[in-house]
């Protein structure tokens, strides 16, 4: 009961927050806006929201590119393209540049070593290292997914895979193809873990 509660409230106030963003438009300062974006995705960096993500340390080049899909419904996501609509070019980097200047999300802990052997052998095989860094921080358009949300990384995986996430390029539809989704559960495990 107490469960549900929680939920519906959390529900009440998202909706809430969105319907926001529909009343005041873009107009007003990106900063005052900030905050409405952080109740959701964490105000610290780091989301304490079921399958939204943490943005904090997130490169600068891939949020605004995300930002700029959402606003064109290129990624489709109610919320977020609701929240994006009306944004000017120039405000999506400003934005991307705030955002990326948040502390980075704190790792999820602790962990099994089996589990995390295995899937380090995951992520050489499949280079995820290569492109992510091998610390998984990210660089230019490849996101950080260091110590993002485990719910988060399975479930845009699992849609990469069902091509229902069209990401900017081909890369992540390549890459999870071969996949099972035992494996995109233990990267996920595995990312969420990284420092
Ligand atoms: C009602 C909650 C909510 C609000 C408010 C909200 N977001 Fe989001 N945001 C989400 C969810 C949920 C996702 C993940 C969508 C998915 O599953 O792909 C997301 C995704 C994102 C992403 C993509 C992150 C990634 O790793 O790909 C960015 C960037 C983002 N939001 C920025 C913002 C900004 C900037 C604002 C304020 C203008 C904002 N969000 C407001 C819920 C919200
Ligand atoms: C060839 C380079 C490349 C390789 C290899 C690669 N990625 Fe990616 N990855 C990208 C790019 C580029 C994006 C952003 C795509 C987009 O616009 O949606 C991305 C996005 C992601 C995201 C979405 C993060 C978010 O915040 O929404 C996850 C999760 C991810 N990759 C995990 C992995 C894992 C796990 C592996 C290894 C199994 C891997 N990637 C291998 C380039 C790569």
């Not at 590119?65 to 405000?91: H, S, T, W």
């Not at 790792?107 to 589990?115: F, I, L, S, Y």
């Amino acid at each position: 009961m107490h469960f549900v509660r929680q939920l519906l409230l959390s529900w009440f106030t998202m909706l809430a927050l969105v319907g926001g963003f529909a009343a005041s438009g873009w107009s007003a300062a990106l900063e005052e806006r900030l905050p409405t974006c952080l109740a959701c995705h964490g105000e610290k960096g780091t989301s304490v929201n079921t399958e939204v993500p943490s943005l904090g340390a997130q490169a600068a080049p891939y949020l605004e590119i995300q930002l700029y899909l959402f606003r064109e419904g290129m990624r489709p996501v109610e919320v977020m393209n609701d929240a994006m609509k009306g944004i000017a070019d120039d405000e999506l980097s400003k934005l991307a540049g705030l955002l990326a200047a948040l502390p980075p999300p704190a790792a999820t802990g602790p962990n099994d070593p089996t589990r995390m052997e295995h899937a380090r052998a995951l992520v050489h095989q499949h280079r995820c290292d290569f492109c992510h860094n091998p610390d998984l921080s990210g660089r230019e358009n490849v996101p950080r997914i260091a110590g993002q949300r485990e719910d988060y990384l399975v479930k845009t995986m699992r849609e990469y895979k069902s091509n229902t996430r069209p990401g900017y390029d081909a890369s992540m539809a390549d890459v999870v193809q071969p996949l099972t989704d035992e494996d995109i559960r233990e990267l996920a495990y595995y990312a969420a873990r990284q420092p």
